[in-house]
């Protein structure tokens, strides 16, 4: 992205806010079934069914998210070809945000990146409409069933498993407590409606999405376009005063050849480390550092457990991705486990620790392969919109055939990353 467009960019960004004038809180507090952009929306999964706010006519919220990192990463393989990293600022990522109550239970959601590391351009991520009643039909209409039932329909991320409400969004880096996302990071951007039912504590959701990343009506010989189901259960509640459990179970298929690939690969955004994994020769790809199995007949389930004891927090994934046995048999295992304890008159202070671990065979003939991380840093929310990390990583890459830039790989070092969402 040249200067002048990346100006171009942050200048819609901050007009567009300066107009909004102080209008921008009290939108933000009249919109119906909605997470905070900022601290408070720290712990927030699906929305809940119990609005605060009541409908006052259409409000339309304008705002944005801005993150900047100082990366300092070392790495090293057998091959001794992989690019010197120094110390330096990584480039700044920004979105804006759009958010409108349309209706009475009825709200849209647009997000477009302005700056990432994968785009020159700036683009629109996704969105999405959400229906939390039915009023606009006529007053009161299954009024019974909507006390419990949200209905999404849009193109944006797709509710599977429970870490993708934990992870960076380009520029949206307030929630995450570390800077990279997972190893093995389930986030996609599809076609899909969603319906979800909520009632003390307990949730399910069922989903249905045309499963691809780009939309194309072209069909070609290559073509085997089959439509994907997901879906989720789970419990979450405060199982006493000061403790907060919650436990959920997703799973993700499809046996389309040409659709459904993309639940490892969907961030278009790039991976948080900065080119970590690249070569003298030959460079590398913007999203080093992760790991996307790239089946073609997927068929994916993750639990996720999380605890809140007072300060105390654990947020944990067990995951699978399987291949057909006609795609060749292929399966990968994640393993997770994120430890937290946030101090403080308002928690705004944290320390913790995240283990991550993928392993598996990309056929089920090859030889097993891993990879594994280790994050400890800790946190501070300067103002509830204002997040200010650091970390030291390490990531390791074992099994990997001689020969390849990932036989004895490995990165380690210390990032710093500041983090605005409003």
Do not use: C
Not at 192 to 203: D, R
Not at 322 to 338: F, H, K, V
Not at 412 to 421: P, T
């Amino acid at each position: 992205m040249n200067t002048m467009t990346k100006g171009i960019n942050y200048a819609i960004l901050f007009f567009a806010v300066l107009f909004s004038g102080t209008s921008l809180v009290q939108a933000q507090k009249s919109l119906q079934y909605y997470r905070a952009d900022n601290s408070y929306g720290l712990n927030v999964f699906e929305t809940s069914k119990d609005s605060v706010s009541t409908y006052e006519g259409l409000r339309v919220k304008v705002g944005g998210d801005f993150a900047l990192q100082f990366q300092g990463i070392n790495q090293e393989n057998n091959l001794d070809n992989l690019v010197d990293l120094g110390s330096n600022l990584n480039l700044p990522t920004a979105n804006l945000n759009l958010d409108v109550q349309l209706e009475d239970g009825v709200r849209m959601h647009l997000r477009t990146y302005l700056s990432a590391r994968h785009h020159s351009e700036a683009w629109v991520k996704g969105g999405y409409l959400q229906l939390d009643k039915l009023d606009f039909v006529s007053d009161g209409f299954l009024e019974g069933l909507m006390k419990y039932t949200t209905i999404k329909v849009g193109m944006d991320e797709i509710n599977y498993g429970d870490a993708h409400f934990r992870r960076t969004d380009n520029a949206r880096a307030i929630f995450n407590p570390f800077v990279g996302n997972y190893i093995m990071d389930s986030f996609t951007t599809e076609a899909f409606a969603e319906v979800t039912l909520q009632n003390s504590g307990f949730l399910a959701m069922l989903a249905i999405s045309n499963g691809k990343l780009n939309q194309s009506v072209v069909v070609n010989d290559n073509s085997d376009n089959k439509l994907s189901f997901y879906g989720k259960v789970g419990y979450d509640n405060y199982v006493a005063e000061d403790l907060r459990v919650r436990l959920t179970g997703s799973w993700y298929n499809n046996q389309g050849l040409s659709t459904g690939t993309s639940l490892y690969g969907g961030d278009r955004a790039g991976s948080r480390y900065y080119s970590v994994l690249h070569t003298i020769e030959d460079g590398g790809s913007d999203f080093e550092g992760r790991f996307n199995p790239r089946f073609r007949q997927l068929t994916a389930f993750q639990i996720n457990p999380f605890v809140k004891f007072k300060g105390l927090e654990f947020f944990g994934i067990f995951e699978s991705a399987m291949n057909s046995e006609d795609e060749g048999d292929g399966q990968y295992t994640q393993l997770a486990g994120e430890l937290l304890y946030r101090f403080g008159s308002r928690e705004q202070l944290y320390l913790g620790g995240r283990y991550n671990k993928v392993k598996g065979e990309a056929n089920a003939d090859d030889p097993t392969t891993s990879i594994e991380r280790f994050n400890i840093g800790g946190g501070w929310f300067m103002t509830k919109n204002i997040v200010a990390k650091i970390e030291y990583v390490n990531q390791k890459y074992d099994g990997f055939a001689a020969g390849s830039k990932y036989d004895g790989a490995k990165f380690d070092g210390l990032n710093i990353e500041a983090a605005i969402s409003f």
